[in-house]
C-alpha cells in the first residue's frame, strides 16, 4: 500500500481563511519534510520536522510520530499560496524521500 | 552560499531519440546527489542517488542512468527515449542530513 498519504487532494479557499493540509504515512521514519511546488514544478522547502511543531510566519509544521501523521497549518491564506504542497517521508540510509500525491491548494480573492 | 543548477529547462525529444540532463552544484563539497522524476500528474520517485565521485545507485529502473564524472556535476541520460520517460526531472543535493535541497527541474516531452 502507498507509504504516504496527503489529504484533502484538493482545497479551495478564500483569501483570509485557514488552512489544514494532513499527512499520513505507514512506516516509522527518519525525516518528514514539507515542500510547496510552484506550478512550474520546482520545489520549495517549507520545514523539516521529524517530530514536534514549527513555525515559519503563517506557516506551522506539526509531527507526532507515534500516530504516524504530519500538518501544514497555513493561517490567512493569501492569493499567493495556491499551487501544491507536498509532504516527503525520508527513510532508509540514502535520503530517499517517499512523496504523498500532493495537495492542490487554491486561494480565490 | 551553494546553489544548483539545472540543464536544460525544457526539451521536446523525439522517441527513440538520446538524452543528456545536467544538475550541477556550486558552494558545496563531497555533497550527496540525487535525481528525481514526476509523470505529468504523477508522484515524485527518487531514480538515483549517488554520495561521492564516480559511485551511482539505482533506486527505480526506468530504462535511464546517472552518471557523476565530477564532484559537484550529475548527469541523468538514455540512449533511446520512451514515451514514458516524459515528465519533470529534478535534481537535488543533500550536505549529509536529512535535508534536500532541489534545482529548478527540467521538463521533458517525449513525441
Known amino acids: 500500500g502507498q507509504q504516504v498519504q496527503q489529504s484533502p487532494a484538493s482545497l479551495v479557499l478564500q483569501e483570509g481563511e485557514n488552512a489544514e493540509l494532513q499527512c499520513n504515512f505507514s512506516?516509522?521514519?527518519?525525516?518528514m519534510q514539507w515542500f510547496y511546488q510552484r506550478p512550474g514544478g520546482s520545489l520549495v522547502s517549507l520545514f523539516y520536522?521529524?517530530?514536534g511543531t514549527k513555525h515559519s510566519g503563517r506557516l506551522t509544521s506539526t509531527t507526532v510520530i507515534k500516530e504516524r501523521r504530519s500538518s501544514l497549518h497555513i493561517s490567512s491564506s493569501q492569493t499567493t499560496d495556491s499551487g501544491t504542497y507536498l509532504c516527503?517521508?525520508?527513510?532508509?540510509?540514502?535520503?530517499?524521500?517517499?512523496f504523498g500525491q500532493g495537495t492542490v491548494l487554491s486561494v480565490i480573492p | 552560499a551553494q546553489t544548483i543548477h539545472q540543464w536544460p529547462v525544457a526539451e521536446i525529444k523525439a522517441v527513440g531519440s538520446p538524452l543528456s540532463l545536467g544538475c550541477t552544484i556550486k558552494?558545496?563539497?563531497?555533497?550527496?546527489l540525487y535525481w528525481y522524476w514526476q509523470a505529468t500528474g504523477g508522484t515524485l520517485q527518487q531514480l538515483f542517488y549517488s554520495i561521492t565521485v564516480g559511485q551511482v545507485e539505482s533506486v527505480v529502473q526506468l530504462n535511464l542512468s546517472a552518471s557523476r564524472p565530477k564532484d559537484d556535476q550529475f548527469i541523468l541520460s538514455t540512449e533511446k527515449l520512451l514515451l514514458s520517460h516524459s515528465g519533470f526531472y529534478l535534481c537535488?543535493?543533500?550536505?549529509?542530513?536529512?535535508?534536500?535541497?532541489f534545482g529548478e527541474g527540467s521538463r521533458l516531452i517525449v513525441v
Open positions: 520536522n521529524p517530530s
Open positions: 512506516t516509522s521514519l527518519n525525516s
Open positions: 516527503a517521508l525520508g527513510t532508509g540510509g540514502n535520503n530517499k524521500l517517499t
Open positions: 537535488a543535493w543533500s550536505p549529509g542530513g536529512n535535508t534536500l535541497y
Open positions: 558552494g558545496k563539497s563531497s555533497p550527496n
